[in-house]
């Protein structure tokens, strides 16, 4: 069975040997050598698998333990395998995982890169579902609304968000993203946030870090990071707790309200007191909402995205359930109805 260690990225002490199933605690001490206040004598608690060549952590202190940038959250637990990085506290400390055949210590982080005996690199290891690494909350913002959709206006008071008086309303996506906050993953092209107004259980929106305004700026040279944008949209499905029982659509906004390209990844439940009017409910169950995987053909085939002529129309349409589609009379109806599919 192979043999895990720790290694200190920084170089800072030993390897650390982690026993095949025992459960060591780390933090601030002589083992790691680490002395900031910000990081508690038991910070982490980790336990190695040799067999599946992973690491479990938990976040034992209050300060954030993270892998890969994102956070793990005290009293919750990732997987960490060879070519992540967990940062033992803010950012700070950074280690990585290896396993090697030999029982005697590996070289340091800064030998290893001219050792044979290197920490496997991400790509060799089984695919990380980028998601799995994130810990979602299940809060949800229930105070406020979002603003209308396709509409350019500003919108009635009641529906402006107070720190939009920093610059107009439409460009609220563009903050929220880049709150850490409100960040549930990241990595090098995107973003995950979760919708501040979700329609459903369960709602995100991915982002990429580049700014395109719109679905109208897109061309062919984008397509590598929509189905990047659609992979981790995937991977926070796989990672929900409901991501079995429940159904979910990954899809654009045809004519969108809030500036920034952002692919929804919605939960079909639709139960959210969010979801308020008509203009909601058929922005997401007619073809005002166009699947992520039609845009990246559309792209592919065109070299851009088209909108149809006529979709805002769709907006206006008698409100219809989207699974047995029935017609509703009213939101409170439909919101009724909709409790008839919902298994649980
Ligand atoms: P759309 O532009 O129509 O594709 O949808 C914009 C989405 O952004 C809606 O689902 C809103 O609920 C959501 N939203 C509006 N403002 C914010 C914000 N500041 N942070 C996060 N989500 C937001
Ligand atoms: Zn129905």
Redesign the pocket.
């Known amino acids: 069975m192979p043999t895990c260690w720790l290694v200190s990225e920084d170089d800072c002490h030993k390897p650390v040997h982690l026993p095949h199933h025992h459960v060591l605690t780390l933090g601030r001490g002589p083992e790691t050598r680490i002395k900031d206040q910000k990081c508690s004598r038991r910070q982490v608690e980790l336990r190695a698998d040799c067999n599946k060549g992973l690491i479990s952590v938990k976040q034992l202190g209050t300060n954030p333990t993270s892998v890969d940038n994102v956070v793990v959250g005290k009293g919750n637990q990732v997987t960490l395998k060879p070519g992540q990085r967990l940062h033992m506290v803010n950012q700070l400390y950074p280690y990585t995982v290896s396993f090697s055949e030999d029982t005697s210590s590996p070289t340091s982080a800064r030998e290893g890169s001219k050792s044979n005996k290197r920490p496997l690199q991400r790509d060799e290891g089984e695919k990380e579902s980028p998601a799995r690494k994130v810990a979602v909350s299940s809060h949800r913002e229930r105070e406020a609304d979002?603003?209308p959709?396709a509409e350019k206006a500003k919108p009635a008071s009641a529906e402006v968000?107070p720190s939009f008086s920093a610059g107009h309303w439409n460009q609220?996506?563009k903050?929220?993203m880049q709150d850490p906050k409100?960040q549930v993953y990241k990595d090098e092209k995107v973003v995950v946030?979760k919708?501040?107004?979700p329609?459903a259980r369960h709602?995100w929106?991915v982002l990429p870090w580049e700014s395109i305004p719109s679905l109208k700026a897109l061309r062919l040279k984008h397509c590598d990071l929509l189905k990047h944008m659609q992979h981790v949209g995937g991977s926070m499905v796989q990672q929900c707790p409901d991501g079995q029982k429940l159904r979910f659509r990954l899809g654009?906004?045809a004519i969108?309200?809030?500036s920034h390209v952002?692919l929804?990844v919605i939960s079909q439940d639709f139960d959210s007191p969010?979801l308020k009017n008509k203009k909601h409910w058929n922005?997401f169950t007619t073809d005002y909402f166009i699947e992520s995987e039609d845009v990246i053909a559309m792209l592919e085939r065109d070299g851009k995205v088209a909108v149809k002529d006529g979709t805002s129309e769709l907006l206006k349409l008698p409100l219809r359930c989207h699974v047995c589609h029935k017609e509703q009379a009213t939101i409170p109806k439909l919101k009724d109805h909709l409790k008839t599919h919902l298994t649980s």
């Open positions: 979002d603003p959709l968000e609220g996506l903050v929220s409100l946030i919708d501040k107004y329609k709602h929106l654009y906004h969108p309200s809030m952002h929804h969010c922005s």
